[in-house]
Structure formats: structure tokens, C-alpha cells
């Protein structure tokens, strides 16, 4: 039996520059990065950028694909970039560990019911 093919991660870095007023639509694309946009200096610190984050990719070994989000962020910043450059962290997917249940002694609060059956079987602690 032929098993499929699990499908490959792929990440891209993304660059959008929102400040040309030349009206000249530069597009840069290159392994893992696109870059859309900006004025021509925007444009080349775009481009500086997304080259030294590869760098720095392979100086470790690894692949986009491949590092978390606080890897990516050590590197971003590794760069120079700032925290406004970088898109936010993600919530953390674990949930958090729920609250013990709380009881209270029955015994020390006013009888409920009058019923003895009531009181004396698994009265004693009971969720509130």
C-alpha cells in the first residue's frame, strides 16, 4: 500500500512597505521572503533585511519552516528589528490547569434536610 505524502511546512517571510509615493511598484522575491511595496529606501532595508535572516538561518543550521516563534524573534531582533516590525506572539495553545474543586464541611453548616438518610451518606464533603 502506498502511503501519501506527508505535506511540507512552508514558511515565507513577508515584507509590505506602505510609504511610496513614486508610484514605482518594486516586488523582490527570493527563496522563503516576498517583499511588496515601499518607497526605494524602504525597499532596500526590506531586502537587506530579509538577506541577513537567511544569514542568520544558516549560520544556525536551521529553516524557516522549522523555528518557533521565539526563535524567530531572537533572530528579527538579532537584525534590528523592533517589536513593532514583528507580527504578535501567538497565544500559548496549552489551556491552563483548572482550579481545584473547593468543598465545604457539611457537618459545620446547618443541615439542609431534614431527612437522616441525607445527612449520613456522602453528606460529609460535597462540591460547591
Known amino acids: 500500500m502506498v502511503q501519501p505524502k506527508e ?27 516576498q517583499l511588496f511595496g515601499g518607497s526605494e529606501e524602504t525597499h532596500d532595508v526590506m531586502q537587506e533585511k530579509a538577506v541577513k535572516f537567511n544569514e542568520k538561518l544558516r549560520e544556525r543550521g536551521r529553516h524557516l519552516e522549522d523555528i518557533s516563534h521565539n526563535e524567530f524573534r531572537d ?12 507580527p504578535p ?20 453548616a446547618p443541615a439542609a434536610s431534614p431527612d437522616p438518610a441525607a445527612t449520613r451518606f456522602g453528606q460529609i464533603l460535597r462540591p460547591i
Open 75 to 86: 533572530i528579527a531582533h538579532e537584525i534590528g528589528l523592533s517589536d513593532k516590525n514583528l
Open 89 to 108: 506572539t501567538p497565544p500559548d495553545p496549552s489551556p491552563p490547569a483548572p482550579h481545584p474543586p473547593r468543598f465545604f464541611d457539611a457537618a459545620r
Open 7 to 33: 505535506e511540507q511546512k512552508k514558511a515565507w517571510l513577508l515584507g509590505v512597505g506602505r510609504d511610496n509615493d513614486d508610484e514605482h511598484l518594486r516586488i523582490t522575491r527570493g527563496h522563503n521572503y
